[in-house]
């Protein structure tokens, strides 16, 4: 039996299943294009067998080995469909096979674009259909760790984690009452760092939490509002709202402590895991308090080049204690009179070498200066540390305005009608280095949040069939006091609302379109006649940091209202107020 897309959301990957009269390994072999395009795996022995198949072409009739270890074997072919447009195919690659050997480059999405694998050649041969986002990583367990495609708020919160396979087997999803983004670390003992924030606190991108990973349950917190001010010493991007724009959390077990990055503080923190307290802090001290600065600031040593980083994403701890980060360099000034043009400006991987006794820093490697302009990303990008001398550069988020580097995120301009006569157009840029030599350029013309090279199979991968979990709960859904005077009308929603409500097991969504600024309401009438009211915002927003707009809607008229089950229980009819009327859906929800 063959099942292609098993579960619906992967569809360049299959299972095969057969039985043999006695227990026996089984290697598949999916052909490659040409043979250094293969991929295979060997599966344990057994008398029934299932085995994921990864690494299809799309649009393309595919041939699958079977090899068993009784010396039979078997070949089929597979027929994919096409990719869809959404699939971003690259302009370039430049590298070998013997280089990348059975690994794919895997990018997560910005922009219009899903999460991809690519191989040696550049060829497509995994992606995820569903609008799964942020980073994706493998667990010590061989299972992905990447944010949902469950969005609780905009622009791009979802509600926690998927940990699945590349079949696209979902093992648990891990709900967190703020919401996710931007990252997550795997810790030892399998307990997990994620990102996070208060779901109605005036401020996001703020707290990390520690989560079980059999129950969910949040074992720590650490709140960022308890370590920083707030109010001092902001990038060009930094608002009240979002002041510190937490991207990237990383554990050191030498140090028992967490290194995150502050994008809209220009700014890397080193805290001590148990007690939260600030151990040291990376960044242009210019605007900081000088009893900060003078504590836990570090200062440039040596004769060497040397250049801060501004809002960096993606740091990484390296075994010697070495800081590495991709430094977007945007503005690459704290004081606005020195702000840069991104025409004039430079991204690049840089590693540091601090010094905790003596508080110096030095900077002993980089890559992407020399390349200018058109390696600058002002947002996204990651880094990552293989080996000594053997690094990832990927800048994601390179942008260009009528042929010229852009000023401003090109991404978010190309969806703002004021801009509709210029032509955007976009790339991203992974690099791998040994040694300073460039045996890996990989560029797509899509904008893509971070890059992560691994192995499509993992060691000793089998298929694991297993009942699906869902850990940890939803925030309770705010309501409103305010009642809007509206007369009950029994009508249906008129359809120029174009009115839909889709519901899930924990929660259910109003979907509409509504008028710019437009008073309405969302009403859940109980069996007992008490009516709880939502507010529906229908006043478009703007952010200045979209790190991935997967989920913006093309029509800022178009508003999604979510409203959790946690708290409910019982049936309760769904009705919509606007136009000083009271709406009925004909839709009963049961929690």
Known sequence: MVILNPYGVAPLTAMILFNTPIACEAKIIVKGKEHPGDIQHTFPAATRHILPVYGLYGGYKNTIKIILSTSSSNTITIQTEPLPKSVAIPSSIKTTSEYMGNNLMFLSPSMASLTVGYDYAG?????????????????????????????????????????????????????????????????????????????????????????????????????????????????????????????????????????????????????????????????????????????????????????????????????????????????????????????????????????????????????????????????????????????????????????????????????????????????SITCELVNDELVYELQVPANFYRAEKLPIYYANEVAELCEGQRLGQFVETQTTRMKIKALETKEPIPEHYQAKIVEEEDRFCLNAIYESGETAQLLLVSESDEILRYPINTVAQAYGAMCVGTFQKSDPRNVDTFVTKTGLSGKYQVKLVAEDKIYETGVTISA
Request: hydrophobic share 30%; proline share 4%.
């Open 123 to 427: 060829d497509v041969r995994w992606y995820c259909s569903l609008n799964v986002c942020f980073d994706l990583k493998r667990m010590p367990n061989g299972h992905l760790l990447i944010g949902t495609g469950r969005l609780v708020k905009v622009p791009y919160y979802t509600s926690g984690l998927y940990e699945m396979a590349f079949s696209g087997k979902i093992f648990k999803e891990f709900i967190l009452p703020g919401g996710y983004h931007h990252d997550q670390f795997v810790m030892e003992d399998g307990n997990l760092l994620v990102l996070t924030q208060d779901f109605y606190a005036d401020t996001v991108e703020d707290v990390c939490v520690l989560i079980d990973p059999h129950s969910g349950d949040i074992l720590k917190k650490w709140d960022f509002k308890n370590i920083l001010p707030q109010d001092v010493a902001g990038s060009g991007t930094q608002t009240a709202h979002d002041w510190f724009h937490n991207n990237a959390v990383w554990y050191d077990n030498r140090t028992n402590s967490l290194t995150l990055s502050g994008r809209h503080q220009d700014v890397i923190i080193n805290i001590d895991y148990e007690t939260g307290g600030l151990n040291w802090m990376i960044g242009d001290p210019e605007g900081w308090p000088q009893e900060l600065v003078d504590k836990y600031f570090f200062t440039p040593a040596g004769d060497g080049e040397f250049d801060w980083q501004y809002e960096q994403h993606g740091c990484v701890v390296l075994p010697d204690g070495d800081i590495m980060v991709f430094d977007n360099g945007h503005y690459r000034s704290k004081n606005k009179e020195n702000y840069r043009l991104n025409k004039d400006n430079f991204s690049r991987g840089v590693r540091y070498r601090i010094d905790t006794e003596r508080m110096t820093i030095q900077q002993i490697w980089q890559y992407g200066k020399e390349r200018g302009a058109d390696f600058f990303s002002p947002f996204i990008c990651n880094v990552e540390y293989y080996d000594e001398g053997h690094y990832m550069v990927h800048s994601g988020g390179i942008g260009y305005e009528n042929g010229k580097p852009c000023e401003g995120l090109a991404v978010g301009k190309s969806k703002n009608p004021k801009f509709k006569d210029n032509v955007y157009t976009l790339n």
